[in-house]
C-alpha cells in the first residue's frame, strides 16, 4: 500500500440546509464520475445571502482518490 | 454591474446549537441595519466549553454588501 | 483573573453524522481527563469516504485550559 | 503624528477593464465618504467570467485612514 | 442554483505585456476545452527577467466552473 | 450570553515609546466612540525609523465588541 | 515561448524509503499519463506510523505541465 | 547534542501590565513542571479590554524542551 | 472506528545525516513513551551550521496517535 | 545547470501609473547593480492615496539571480 | 518620490530586556552600515529560556531602506 | 551574547540527488563568502522535471549569520 499515488481534486458543493450538506453534496457528485475516494479537506466555507438570511452554503474540498495502476 | 463596490465587515455569531446556527445569527444580525447583503466567508471557528461540553460556537464571517450608488 | 497561565492540547474529534458532532465528541473526551476546560478552536476539517458518501468527519481542534496554581 | 490612530476598512472594487482600475473604482467610492484616506493593501484579486473572456476584475483592499482627533 | 456543484482548476497564463493580459490568456486557454466557466482566483504572481527588464509575467489562477448533471 | 453578536474592526495605534503603549492607544481611541469593548489581537507590529533609531511603533489591531440588541 | 499556459495537478507519491523516493514515485506516475511536465513544487510532507517507526512517508506536490497548443 | 528530540507545548500566559510580562508568566509557570526548557516562539497576542482600556494581555507561546534520554 | 479521538503532540528530531533520519528519531521517541502512534506531519524544517556546513537537520512534526477508552 | 545557487531579494518599486509598471521600475533598478537577473515573486500589492484617488502603487517583490562561481 | 525602490533586509535582534529593546537593538545595527532606513515589520518573536525564566527575547524584522539614485 | 544581532539571506541550492545535497550546497556556497553561518531554515521545496523524472531539486532556505561587531 506504501507506494499509491493519490490525486486530489478541488470541488465547491452547496446546499440551502447546512456546511455537512455542503460537503456531502461535492462528494457525492466527485463519485459519480471517480471511484476509490478516500478523503477530503474543507479548503473554505463561504455563502450567499438573499432576504437577510443564509440562502446556502458553499464548501471547498480537497477530495483525494487513489490513482489506479 | 461590474463597477460596483463592495463593502466587507466582520461579525462574529455565537449559538448553543450548531456552527450552521452561529453563522444564520451573525447573518440575521447584519440584516437587521444594512441591506444588499451579498455573501459572507468564514474566518474561524471557535467556542466555549461549560461542564465538560460545548456551551456555544462562535463562528467569525466576513460579510460583503454592495455600496449603494 | 489576569495571571492565569492556559495551556491548549490539540485533539481531533470524529462522527459519522456531523462536524458539530465530531467537534462534541472531541472535547467530551478531554473532559474526562482534564478539569477547567475553557474554550477550543477549530485548526482542520477533513473525512474519510466510503461507498461514495462521507464516511466520518475528523475535525481537528486546540482546546485550552486553566492551569491549577 | 507618532500618536495618530488609523482605521482600516475592506473595499472590493470592480472594473471590466484592469486590476488598476478596480483598485482605483475602489478608492474613489471610499474617498466620497472619508476624507484623510491614506494607504491601501491588496487583500486578494479575482474575477468573473463570461463568454470565455474575463468580464471583470475583483479586487479587495484593505484601505487605512486617520481618525479625527 | 443552490445545490450545483463546481470544480476548480489551476492554470498559470503568461504575457510578455502585463499581468492582466497574462490572466486572459490563461481564462481563454482553459475557454476552449470547458464551458460553464464561472470565476479565477490570482493565486500567485510571478515572471521571468531577461536583459534587465520583465521578459513575461506568469499569473497562476484557479478558475471555477460548474460540473454538468 | 450564547446568542451574542460581535462586530470587529481594525485599528492601528502607534507610539514612539513600546508596542505596549500602541496598542493601548489604539484602545483607548476605540473607546471614545464604541462601548461594550471586549477584546483585541494584534494582526500586525511595524514602525517608523528615523536618525537611526524606532520613531514610533505601529501596532495593528482587530478590536472586538458586543452588538447592542 | 511567453504565451504558454501551465497547468499544475496536485498527487501525493509515497514510498518507506524517503521523502526524495516518495517525490520520484508521484512524478513518474504523472509521467505515464501527461507529457510535458515542467516542475513540481512540495505542499505538505506527512506519513504513517507503525510498529514506533515511520512507515510510508507521503509527499503532496503540485506538478505544472505546459499545455498543448 | 545533535541527536536530541525536543517536545513543544503551547501555553497562554496574561499579564495586566505588557507583553514581555506575559509572557515570562507563561515561561516561569511552565518551568514550575518542567526542567531543560530552551526556547519559545510568540504564536498570537491578544487581550481583554475593560473600561475603555487593556484590562490584560495574553500571549501565546509555543515552549521547548529537550525530552530526557 | 468512526468515532475515535486523536491527540496530537509537537516533537523537533535532529539528525546530523538527512531530514528522513531526523523525522526517525523523533518518531522513535514518542514510541518510547506512547503507544496507538498512527501519522505524522512535517511542520518545519530548520538546521544548524557548523564549518561551513550542516552540522545537523532539526524537523519539527505534529505525530498523532489514538486515545485509549 | 543542476548545482546552480540562486540568491533573492526582496525589492520595493513604485509608480503613478500602475502595478505592471512599479513591477519593471524595481527590476530595472536591480540589473543597475546585480547581472544574471532571472525570476521575480510578487510578495505584496501596497499604496498610497492623496485627494482621493491613488497616488502610486508599491509592490514589493523577491527577485532571484544566479550567484556566480 | 513615487518612483523610488527600496529594499528590505532581514535581521534579528535580541535584548534581555524587552521585544521593545530587541527591536531597537537591530534598528540601530543596521543604521550604522545603512542610511536611509524607513520602516521595519515584525515578522517573528522569539526567544531562548534559562533557569526557568526568559534570557532573552529575539525579534527578527525586515526592515527597509531606499536605495540611491 | 544576548545581545547580538543576526542577519538573514535567502538562497536556493539546488542538486540532481536529493533535498539534503541541495541544502548542503547552498550552505556550503554562502560559507565562501560569509563567515559565522548559524542555523537555515527551510522555505520552499520545487524542483524541475525532465524526461519524466525530477532532473534536480531546489530548496530556498533562509540561512542566519551574526553580524560582526
Do not use: C
Request: hydrophobic share 40%; aromatic share 8%.
Amino acid at each position: 500500500m506504501s507506494n499509491h499515488v493519490y490525486k486530489q481534486i478541488e470541488l465547491t458543493g452547496s446546499s440551502p440546509t447546512s456546511i455537512d450538506d455542503a460537503i456531502r453534496n461535492a462528494v457525492k457528485k466527485a463519485a459519480k464520475t471517480l471511484h476509490n475516494l478516500q478523503w477530503f479537506q474543507v479548503v473554505e466555507v463561504r455563502g450567499y445571502i438573499k432576504d437577510g438570511d443564509v440562502a446556502h452554503f458553499q464548501v471547498t474540498l480537497k477530495i483525494g482518490f487513489t490513482l489506479d495502476d
